[in-house]
């Protein structure tokens, strides 16, 4: 190879990884995909929670570090958590990380029984990834309002799914303290 | 004291060296711009231990793999731009080269991630790949696997000497249903091209232009061009004994703007011939409504074609090649030809401008049967003023030469057929073998590379 080309491919190829570098770092960033963000001065303060792994806009924030996230999300927190026996509100479970994405769920509970389980996200690393999850979070929902509690059988085929999806639930029962 | 000749030569070598630069800078920028696909994706991130990083690997590799072998089909694909800067014959060599690479890449993608997702899952290597098997896409994509290696192990020299041309690239043409049966599973199971990314609009746009380009340049030009031209057999010449002359009639042939010593892939359409397209070099420069091929039997479709009626139709995929008065850079010509290599020396030698005593031709054959055409460079309007040689009789036994035993005993060099060598152009064409000793001594000379151009007629 010429020394022009050789080069020129270098320069060129080192502006084609650089653009690709820094796109994946400030999606890392600067992706604030949850619609009802209260704070104006929001992404301006890169809060260390908001870390998502931007992609296809499918699934809301990603908590990429397994820290706990109990936060606040559209303001309905576990405050009317009063009574010991008939708990009730809406109580969010640990971001729990898989090979496949993260896992949060909410459970909303009324009167120390669980009417509800929203997942707040699912496993989404790839297209298979993500229809596993919708397969599988459904058929947990059930089983879980069936059993009242997170002592369910998972989804075979889904078993990362539903191992974090159960695992995160629990932390939100604990929470609830039931 | 400029000469304008060779001022326009220069600067038209300058800006092909310029475009060939350029060329090679896209190819790998493309290689770049797949890995900064995942790189843009968050790829980085992801690699947090051993397993995670052997599964980025396995991606990267994936996608660099695809990215050579979408260069390979665009080198294949006989895009003009190429074939007038490069030479579809160098175009191709770069082709074979990148053929293992890519292979290795594509198998590396498949052994990483399979071990990647191995550790990821606490199983083993088995049962990850019967697992991996299952998944969306993945049957095709393992499939498109085999043919990849069906087709770089036939194509392996060693390997593809055992094959007929026609069953080697039957063969080779699974290349194409190797890399459409592996999109699926990219788009499906990959998480780098997700849907509605714009890693995903890129990586379609690749395999588009891939094959675009050869569906445009391989199938509907040539499917075009033959049918606006009309070629058909008008006679067939016997030169010499196994070496015909081809005339062809046709409409505006002379619309094909052909150069002296270019070529074209051929097929004519008979029972037995029309299965086989065939590169034959033009023997002369085509008129408005003729064109002159020559052609030695040198396979078994070679013989066939010698036998063509007058009547028989014919497509034409060209023309192509880099042999060309328009590719000189030098003030002088040095020439030599052997057997069936005069004819694109023939039809290049009547299309160029030349001054008297610009140009010395050698004819080389080993016998005086091979010695047709040779008269007919003689008579070319280009050629006055010009020295014309020959050198006839076999070659020493057990010597590595181009030259006759005769002209050996004699003392005769490269340099002294051509005292302005380094001076000079050097257009080769005959046998591959007997071609690569005349530019052994042309750079033990010190010619230098862009001053040498060769005609191969191999596939």
Known sequence: MRARALALSILSSAAVLTVGWQLGTQGQTSTAPDAAAPTTADSVTSDPTATATSRGGSTPSAAATPAPAPTATNGSVSAAAAASDGASGTFTGTSVQTRFGAVQVQVTVANGSITDVTALQLTDKDQRSVSISNRAAPVLRQEVLAAQSANVQGVSGATYTSDAYLSSLQSALDQAGL | ?459
Not at chain 2, 123 to 128: A, L
Not at chain 2, 177 to 183: E, I, P
Request: proline share 4%.
């Open chain 2, 1 to 459: 004291m400029v000469d304008p000749v060779d001022r326009t030569r220069r600067i038209r070598a300058r800006r092909r060296m310029r475009a060939a630069d350029a060329m090679v800078a896209l190819v790998w920028s493309s290689v770049a711009a797949a890995v900064a696909l995942w790189l843009g994706y968050g790829g980085l991130n992801t690699v947090s231990n051993l397993g995670t990083a052997l599964t980025a690997a396995g991606i990267v590799t994936g996608l660099v793999g695809t990215d050579l072998i979408l260069v390979m089909l665009v080198l294949a694909a006989r895009i003009p731009a190429i074939d007038r800067v490069v030479g579809q014959d160098t175009a191709m060599a770069f082709h074979r080269r990148l053929g293992k690479p890519a292979l290795y890449l594509i198998l590396a993608h498949g052994a990483l991630l399979t071990v990647g997702y191995a550790m990821a899952d606490g199983s083993n290597v088995v049962t990850e790949t019967i697992s991996l098997f299952q998944g969306p896409d993945m049957a095709l994509a393992y499939l498109g696997l085999g043919l990849l290696i069906a087709v770089v192990v036939t194509s392996v020299v060693a390997v593809r000497r055992r094959f007929s041309y026609e069953a080697w690239h039957l063969i080779h043409l699974l290349s194409y249903a190797a890399v459409l049966v592996a999109l699926p599973h990219q788009l499906s199971a990959g998480g780098v091209l997700a849907d509605g990314s714009v890693q995903r609009v890129y990586w379609i746009g690749l395999y588009v232009l891939a094959f675009g380009a050869i569906a445009v340049f391989r199938f509907a030009v040539p499917a075009l061009r033959s049918a606006r031209h009309g070629i058909r057999v008008a006679g067939v010449e016997q030169v010499a004994p196994g070496v015909v002359s081809i005339h062809l009639t046709g409409r505006d042939l002379d619309r094909l703007q052909t150069a002296g010593g270019q070529y074209a892939i051929w097929r004519f359409w008979t029972g037995s011939t029309w299965w086989h397209a065939h590169p034959i070099s033009f023997s002369a420069v085509p008129t408005a409504s003729s064109a002159r091929l020559t052609v030695r039997d040198l396979g078994s479709g070679s013989a066939a074609i010698s036998r063509v009626r007058p009547g028989t139709r014919v497509s034409i995929e060209g023309p192509y090649g880099v042999f060309t008065e328009a590719h000189r850079v030098a003030p002088k010509l040095a020439v030599v030809a052997a057997g069936i290599g005069i004819t694109p020396i023939r039809s290049m030698l009547e299309h160029s401008t030349l001054r008297p005593g610009e140009a010395t031709v050698l004819l080389r054959g080993s016998d005086p049967s091979q010695s047709y055409l040779w008269n007919e460079v003689g008579t070319l309007r280009s050629m006055r003023g010009n020295a014309i040689f020959s050198m006839l009789g076999p070659r020493p036994h057990g010597l590595a030469t181009w030259m006759s035993v005769e002209a050996l005993a004699h003392g005769v060099t490269i340099g002294t057929v051509f005292p302005d060598l380094l001076n000079s152009d050097l257009y080769v064409c005959g046998p591959q073998s007997w071609a690569d000793l005349v530019i052994r001594d042309a750079r033990a000379a010190g010619l230098p590379e862009d001053q040498i151009h060769v005609e191969r007629f191999d596939w």
